[in-house]
């Protein structure tokens, strides 16, 4: 189709004027639209038309690739970000458990705004007293301040050097320590339930009776972290001073080892160390730290104080009597293997089966661990396998006191003898 321009007026007036109109015949095809676009005047549109369908999608594709560029660019961002706050959170904590390996040192005044001017006191022991401190109103500890008798503070820096390096479920955690001029203090984590003595030795102990089942995962525990003192630190551990008012209990009736006023560190490829003074408390000693005829003293030592632990917790009393006549004292471990010997009920607050064969076992570890010859007494290792066993395949230890008179007469009396009275303290020499 095209526009006609220049045909005269005049023309068109004309009747027989005949204007004669050709145009070319397209080839069209099936649609209407494919017929137009072969026109001639639509060839600019169609390329033009082309060109925005192209432009078109090229922008949805780039749009679209931008659009992912951003959003993998924000993922990028938040993920990196949320990988440094985990870094930082991670360094903060180990700076927090850093310093919490590490004792705090407190001043004097500190623990006196600790302890609200020491005024609730828990106890006293033979090295001070025991106070009641918080240290934030969810923290609550205990703060041990030291007597200044203690020569030379032997006692102060055998604790703080000893515990800064011990972090064991069965061993009290040191907080802080006080060195403050001639005034020193220990700052430990605070136990509820006080010391295994108040639960085993008192005058009404049914009433403060812990169940067999109890008593046992209490001597584990114990056992266990006698164990840790002795392998698993760099330098083995030797507490020499196991005895219930240094074995503290928590909410759970977990039982912690406390009071290393006494420890002594040597090393691991070494089978006895040196002493020159006698240490421990009287009827928890093994022999040989007061007389070397025994044999040398090694961890086997510490052994031997457990098991009397052990007895002690069998027999709900101590294992000597300061009160018997004529200062004789009471031996009651012996009189415990003389019932086993005979195979006669321990009669402990026994009730049924299953804590019968408790207190056997507990009895029989324990005897395995006073044994006089330090060669015979079990390792912890070997005391914690007896303790996780039922105890039927235990065998009944060698009797420790074969050469000690006079012998028991009745199941109901026990020997009288004067313990360790012969035994003097020696110096031992590596």
């Known amino acids: 189709m095209y526009n006609i321009y220049g045909i005269p007026y005049s023309m068109m007036q004309e009747e027989n004027y005949v204007l004669t109109m050709s145009w070319s015949n397209p080839t069209c095809g099936s649609s209407e639209t494919e017929c137009y676009s072969s026109l001639p005047h639509t060839k600019g549109m169609h390329f033009y038309l082309d060109v925005r369908r192209k432009l078109l999608i090229t922008g949805v594709i780039l749009g679209f690739f931008l659009f992912a560029i951003a959003i993998t660019a924000l993922y990028r961002t938040c993920s990196n970000d949320k990988t440094q706050r985990e870094y930082q959170a991670r360094v903060e904590m180990f700076l927090d458990n850093y310093r919490s390996l590490n004792p705090t040192r407190y001043s004097y005044a500190d623990l006196k705004r600790i302890t609200n001017q020491f005024s609730d006191e828990l106890g006293q022991g033979a090295y001070g007293t025991v106070f009641k401190g918080k240290l934030t109103n969810e923290i609550t500890v205990a703060v041990k301040l030291l007597s200044n008798s203690i020569g030379k503070g032997e006692e102060f820096i055998n604790e703080v050097g000893t515990m800064a390096s011990i972090h064991h479920v069965n061993v009290v955690r040191l907080i802080g320590f006080c060195a403050d001029g001639f005034r020193r203090a220990l700052v430990y984590e605070y136990l509820p339930n ?220 026990m020997p009288a003898r004067r313990l360790h009275q012969e035994l003097a303290a020696i110096s031992e020499i590596e």
């Open 194 to 413: 006080d010391s295994l003595q108040k639960f085993i030795s008192s005058a009404d102990s049914r009433n403060h009776f812990l169940g067999w089942e109890r008593l046992n995962r209490v001597a584990l525990g114990i056992a266990k972290g006698i164990e840790y003192l002795h392998q698993g630190c760099d330098q083995r551990i030797l507490h020499f001073d196991i005895k219930p008012q240094n074995i503290l209990l928590d909410n759970e009736f977990n039982p912690k080892i406390a009071d290393f006023g006494m420890a002594k560190l040597c090393s691991k490829d070494k089978s006895a160390i040196s002493m020159t003074t006698a240490r421990g408390t009287v009827g928890y000693i093994a022999p040989e730290v007061f007389s070397r005829n025994f044999g040398n003293v090694s961890y086997k030592s510490d052994v031997y104080s457990f098991g009397m632990l052990v007895l002690e917790m069998v027999g709900g009393r101590k294992n000597v009597d300061d009160t018997a006549e004529n200062g004789d004292q009471i031996y009651f471990p012996e009189w415990i293997y003389n019932l086993l010997e005979k195979e006669e009920d321990l009669r402990f607050h026994i009730d049924g089966e299953e804590d019968a064969k408790i207190a056997k076992k507990l009895a029989i570890v324990g005897l395995w661990c006073i044994q006089w010859n330090p060669a015979e007494r079990p390792s912890m290792k070997t005391v914690v396998q007896m303790l996780e066993g039922e105890g039927e395949n235990l065998t009944k230890p060698p009797d420790p006191f074969s050469s000690s008179v006079p012998k028991r007469t009745s199941a109901g009396r």
